[in-house]
């Protein structure tokens, strides 16, 4: 393995990292939009205080896939027509989400805006599930080829561990999203959310649980990695306890970073279980590794040097955009609710 | 298992076609809207002139939807590659894959960043800073048209790479030849002014609509269609020159995928003529009937009066010798390179033809707009005529990678890797079943809704960016709780 192949791997851990906290609170606010805003005027709230960031929170996404497909064109080959209906779903969802922000600003009538609302919400929950089962399937080990190519049956996909992660990681984008509306918000918004999260948090705490015990007994982590593995989960765990604290003592900052952080250490999770792999064949022989699944050290360094020039000025501008809209957003509720 | 492998090749390329078509509606319809909207923005800040900053907001709004679908099914490109071509993913990342993320991190980014900034700072910047942001957003789509033509012509005329002989995998070379590729710079002007040309008929045919309709805002959207208009004529005149000057390139690139779109079986001779129409013995690889002008094609080819090009037939045998003894046995397994001649053929005339047409109804309009006398809301017959003109650039856009794409058949990766060995090997006909019906459903819905919304837009004219709205938001500021809540 060369250091440009080990930054790399770095490189889109960051970028799913950046992806899931930024884009896990959109999921979140989607989410919650069906839970805790009960007229129009909440749920456009909803929407109105994720509407100037959401796209590019969503490039998160699109830099880390286009950035795997450029430094790791065997790993991306391989994930992604291995769990093609997955990534279908995944589409779908952030497809209807999407459209669903620009058409529901366009809608006249009560009916039509509750449709957008609906399809927003569902959207908001597809993907995020979706995402999560993915990766909680691919670290237990899947039936790849020599060639690379992973024919999955139904039960590689839809297991114990990818349907409880899937879950958790879904509860834990909407407690993420909820943190985020109390941080952005006043009025009965912000209070239901923090309401709400104080029933969440307990029932996080035990899917965490739960998913510990399940990484542990189905997959590899802990065998090969005890030490780094424990930590990790030990830092998902504090995180989450950090938000909840947050939570109860009305310190929302601190709550969204406690959530935000939680998805990113569950993110640094499986990456450091699948180092230095980067996909896990039930046939050790076939795993796919950073060393042997790269392209050319070219081609990795020219994207190195561009990166290096172009993401400090993207971070820079991108977050100016968020210091632009610091207002809390009034709920706009009945005042008597 | 068999007639399913063919059965999956084909299914995946019926998605590649409807998606990237479909998602090709909504590029140069944001591309060419989110540059008129930041010229006219622009002129607001200079002239201070109020209609230009409801032109800008009018529009703004229209461009939005348009940008909003793109987006969305972007995002499928960003994915197929890997879920229905990852053989082709593993033979072309280290090429491919560059461009790509570099368009996310350089493009998307800056896009997407700035179109939020844009849309939600209306009464918060001033004219002059605010139009900094849609010109932001403007280059932003513009930049990601150059990273994936970067792509797409390394794939028509692949530079910069060598064949690795372990993986026998493309592998780059040399950074500097993939971006000058010849064809990238030969086909971006043509696309970027096709974006223009579509998004300028769009607002000149939006405009007529509701001039035919006889509603408020008359002043509005003539002037919306008037200054389109020139947008319009430079952008046509333009595409065409680009066009002749993209197609130079291609005679000498892919000479198969020239004969094919002049639909010259036979070596044509000197001087040569240009068939206007004509049908044709695809079985046979013959032309059954044509009309056609002489010394055209030798004028179009090569800009003078002499010069003949070789025909499909002599092509097939030479490309054949070229690729019967390669190493690879698909490659050697391609039975000929004829390609979809008709299609092909006819794409071609569509796509020029209406380019004509729009140069002269752009003439046209500009006279009557010049006129003191003429008033353009009481010609009915040509206010139909530009409404119904604004579908033309979609197709005509479409006919353009019509052409590009099916002349590339049954290449991939030009003269390296065929497509019938670049689908995934993993997926099966039924999900390539239920994810076409999918997308399928998805687009209709897509699509009608936005035409739907656009057209509402249109019908409320400029109610939509002052009326109700306006009222409302004095309404939510007034708002006492509103107030004290935005402390």
Partial sequence: MT???????????????????????????GMAAGIIARNDEEKSTMLEIIGPHWVANETWLVTAGGAMFASFPLWYASLFSGYYIMFLLVLAGLILRGVSFEFVEHAETHRARNLWYIVFVVGSLLAPLMLCIIFFSMIQGIPINAKGDAHLAFFDIINWLSIVGG???????????????????????????RNLNKILYPILFVGEVVVALLVIFQTDFFQKKPISSTIIILLIVLMSLMG???????HEGWSLAGSGLSLVSVVILIFNGLFPRVMIANNPANDLLVANSSSSPMALGIMTIVVCVLLPIVLAYFIWSYTLFTKRMASNGKVND | MFSLGISVLSLARIQFAMTTIFHFFFVPFSIGMGFIVAVMETIYAIKKDEIYNKMARFW??????????????????????????????????????????????????????????????????????????IWLTSIGTMLSAIWILTANSFMQHPTGFTINAKTHRVQMTSFSDIISNPQLWRVFPHLILG?????????IGMSAWALIRKQKDTKFFKKSMYFSLWIGLVSSFGVVIAGDYQTQQIIQDQPMKFAATE?????????????????????????????????????LAYHKPEGGIKGMNTLNKELKQKFDHNKSKSIRDIKDYYLPTTTIFWSFRIMAGFGALFILVALVGIYFSRSKKFQIEKQRWFLYVLGLLMWAPIVANTCGWLITELGRYPWIVYGLYTIADAVSATTTAGELIFSNILYFLLFAILGGVMIYYCRQTMHKGLAAVEGPDATEQTAKTADPFSKEAFN
């Fill in chain 1, 244 to 250: 909840a604290w947050g939570t109860w003592k009305d």
């Fill in chain 2, 263 to 299: 639909g010259e079986y036979e070596d044509s001779g000197s001087p040569a003529s240009w068939k206007i129409v004509a049908s044709f013995d695809t079985k046979d690889h013959k032309v059954k009937h044509e009309i056609s002008v002489p010394y055209m094609l030798s004028l």
């Fill in chain 1, 167 to 193: 879950i958790a990681g879904v509860l834990l984008s909407l407690i993420h999203g909820l943190n985020y509306t109390r941080l952005t918000t006043t009025g009965v918004l912000r209070e239901r959310a």
């Fill in chain 2, 195 to 203: 974006a223009f040309v579509l998004a300028s008929f769009v607002i």
């Fill in chain 2, 60 to 133: 703004g709004k229209i461009f939005l939807l348009s940008f909003a679908v793109g987006i969305v099914t972007g995002l499928i490109q960003e994915f197929q590659f890997g879920m229905n071509w990852s053989n082709y993913s593993r033979f072309m990342g280290d090429i491919f894959g560059a461009p790509l993320a570099i368009e996310a991190l350089l493009a998307f980014f800056l896009e997407s960043t700035f179109v939020g900034v844009w849309m939600f700072t209306w009464d918060r910047f001033k004219p002059g800073i605010h139009a900094i942001f």
């Fill in chain 1, 3 to 29: 250091a440009l192949q080990f930054l790399w791997f770095i490189l889109i851990c960051v970028l799913f990292s950046g992806f899931f906290f930024l884009e896990g609170f959109d999921f979140g606010v």
